[in-house]
């Protein structure tokens, strides 16, 4: 089946330390790549979506220049978290999702990033 | 907003039981997928419904899309240890063109006791 690979799994690091995750498609072209965050014992929160070679679409609420989101190949996309603070502690996944019409395809989830701000 | 309401919100059963769980919302969805998170991990698709009353199977699992598309069920059976985890429904939005976004229940977490 469709395989996302997300890295790193966990990162640990000081308060104002810009984050980088990457999450990447290793056997379709994902046209259309998704980050979420997850809070302990809570849904999925849809951050952004994003494009191959186009700027993220970002959900309400999500500040665009905090979390800044590149899709510069159909297999890659990173999410960078910029000046991170406690606060942005979190699980955060990715997905992807093949070309499709309508965009009839699943999303497929990477295994996550677990991210502890000092 | 859109929202999706998923119930039973936790469940804790004997093993071998049958398990069912639901999600419904005010809107018309055109997608409906299921997905099982374990902890510490992302969510791994189990079941997608992409038609209106379609009754799809997986092994044990049996999900299927409301006649109404504003609803969708998810039942496991003989339930076993490994059937352990948070599952989530997702409904793809109308309208989201190529996109695919989708919407989240808030899970139901099932526990199984051996």
């Known amino acids: 089946g469709a395989v996302v690979s997300q890295h790193p799994s966990r990162v640990i690091c000081k308060s104002g330390t810009s984050v980088k995750i990457e999450c990447r498609s290793l056997?379709?072209?994902?046209?259309?790549m998704f980050w979420y965050r997850q809070f302990p014992k809570k849904s999925l929160m849809l951050m952004a979506t994003?494009?191959?070679?186009?700027?993220?679409?970002?959900e309400q609420g999500v500040e665009k220049d905090k979390f800044l989101i590149n899709h510069a190949s159909l297999t890659l996309s990173t999410l960078t978290v910029t000046s991170a603070h406690p606060e942005d502690s979190s699980f955060y996944i990715c997905?992807?999702?093949?070309?499709?019409?309508?965009?009839?395809?699943?999303?497929?989830f990477g295994d996550g990033t677990r991210l502890s701000i000092l | 907003g859109q929202q999706l309401n998923q119930s039973p919100q936790s469940m804790f059963i004997q093993e071998g039981e049958d398990v069912s769980m639901n999600c419904t919302s005010s809107?018309?969805?055109?997608?409906w997928l299921w997905y099982k998170q374990d902890p510490g991990e992302g969510p791994v698709l189990l079941i997608a419904?992409?038609?209106?009353?379609e009754l799809t199977s997986n092994g044990r699992l049996t999900a299927q899309f409301g006649i109404t598309r504003k609803d969708s069920f998810l039942n496991i059976s003989a339930s076993i240890p490994s059937d352990v985890g948070i599952y989530f429904c997702?409904?793809?939005?109308?309208?989201?063109?190529?996109?695919?976004?989708?919407?989240f229940g808030q899970g139901t977490t099932l526990q199984v006791k051996p």
């Open positions: 994003s494009n191959e070679g186009s700027k993220a679409t970002y």
């Open positions: 809107s018309i969805f055109n997608t």
């Open positions: 056997d379709f072209q994902a046209t259309t």
């Open positions: 997702a409904g793809r939005v109308i309208g989201s063109s190529n996109t695919g976004k989708l919407i």
């Open positions: 419904l992409y038609k209106a009353g």
């Open positions: 997905s992807a999702r093949g070309g499709g019409p309508g965009g009839s395809q699943p999303q497929h």
